[in-house]
């Protein structure tokens, strides 16, 4: 039994390396939907791991900061979710495998940085 237990953890540890488990995050400026030369080169790191990963889902979630009109910043999460997708799909990743997520904007989020963003995430299906 001793001896079977560094086995399952080596099994244990393989298993989780072989997983896309890194997310990449690309920010934008406030109000803005316009990608900067940073996040174009995150967003071409994040396929070239999609494409390490074929039986992945790209998960873009977009996120705006909660400012006066709350209807305005959730348009504009979502055309930061659509843009990031669509340059994924220009960078080589299937668009059957993207799936968008606009999140809501909240007034707890306020003008931070980390609201104006949008996430990619490799997940199994």
Do not use: W
């Given at each position: 039994?001793?001896?079977?237990?560094p086995?399952?953890?080596?099994?244990?540890?393989?298993?989780?390396?072989?997983?896309?488990a890194?997310?990449?995050?690309?920010?934008?400026?406030?109000?803005?939907?316009?990608?900067?030369?940073?996040?174009?080169?995150v967003?071409?790191?994040?396929?070239k791991?999609?494409?390490?990963?074929?039986?992945?889902?790209?998960?873009v979630?977009?996120y705006?900061?909660?400012?006066?009109?709350?209807?305005?910043?959730?348009?504009?999460?979502?055309q930061?979710?659509?843009?990031?997708?669509?340059?994924?799909h220009?960078?080589?990743?299937?668009?059957?495998r993207?799936?968008?997520?606009?999140?809501?904007?909240?007034?707890?989020?306020?003008?931070?940085?980390?609201?104006?963003?949008?996430?990619?995430?490799?997940?199994?299906?």
């Open positions: 039994m001793r001896r079977l237990l086995l399952l953890g080596l099994s244990v540890l393989a298993a989780c390396a072989s997983q896309p890194r997310k990449y995050v690309v920010f934008f400026s406030n109000q803005s939907v316009e990608l900067t030369d940073t996040a174009r080169l967003i071409a790191e994040a396929a791991k999609a494409e390490k990963h074929p039986g992945s889902i790209v998960q979630e977009g705006a900061a909660a400012g006066g009109d709350l209807s305005a910043d959730a348009l504009i999460a979502i930061r979710a659509k843009l990031v997708a669509q340059t994924l220009d960078d080589g990743v299937s668009g059957d993207i799936r968008q997520t606009p999140r809501a904007p909240t007034s707890g989020e306020g003008m931070t940085v980390g609201a104006r963003r949008v996430e990619i995430e490799l997940v199994n299906p």
